[in-house]
């Protein structure tokens, strides 16, 4: 038995539901049975379409980030720039409710990889690519060093994640492909 098609109407008042519910009460106090309310739906259209609520959000997250603005057209401040703005707000702390979800939750970490976190490895990793490359520093080390900074600063909440980072890390990226490498001035 083939079950019912989703309906795109009802499926993205769920997903605003369930962002609007993480705004207002934190990831953590969201509910599946909260959302259909929400949204108006029977919770068995949730649990038809989505096993958990790190899935559904992690759906309604996919679409606002493949919404953004395509990474290929930047240069490595707007990319962050822009990155950092959909890390703002309810964006920011669904996102930190996923992470620490997946570290509990391998499957979910696996799928927050592939569709969210993967992508926007890629991307940073194309626009890195663009620029003059840093002596003697592999790209992937160079793009978790600069996730680095945006998850501690996103999970820790110690300092903002906002254009100006965005300038501070563009410098200093710009300043390590400008140095003589690695060992270029240590003594041998």
């Known amino acids: 038995m083939v079950g019912r098609p989703r309906s795109e109407e009802a499926r993205r008042a769920i997903l605003r539901a369930a962002l609007r519910l993480c ?5 953590p106090n969201v509910t599946l049975k909260g959302i259909a309310e929400e949204a108006g739906v029977g919770r068995q259209t949730l649990y038809r379409w989505w096993d958990t609520k790190g899935d559904l959000l992690l759906e309604a997250m996919t679409d606002l980030v493949t919404s953004a603005r395509a990474p290929s057209e930047t240069d490595l401040r707007t990319f962050l720039s822009d990155t950092f ?8 702390r ?21 569709r969210l976190i993967g992508p926007r490895r890629t991307a940073l990793r194309g626009v890195l690519e663009r620029m003059p490359p840093p002596p ?18 996103l999970l820790n909440r110690h300092a903002p994640l906002d254009a100006a980072l965005a300038g501070d890390i563009t410098a200093l990226v710009a300043g390590i492909a400008a140095s003589p490498g690695p060992h270029g001035d240590l003594p041998g």
């Not at 705004?23 to 990831?27: A, I, K, T």
């Not at 620490?100 to 970490?109: H, R």
Request: glycine fraction near 14%; charged fraction near 25%.
């Open 23 to 27: 705004e207002r009460d934190g990831y």
């Open 85 to 92: 703005a959909l890390a703002d707000g309810v964006i920011g």
């Open 136 to 153: 003697g520093i592999e790209l992937d080390l160079l793009v978790d060093m600069i996730f680095g900074v945006m998850w501690y600063r």
């Open 94 to 114: 669904v996102v930190a409710g996923l992470m620490a979800e997946a570290q509990s939750d391998p499957a979910l970490g696996d799928r927050l990889r592939e």
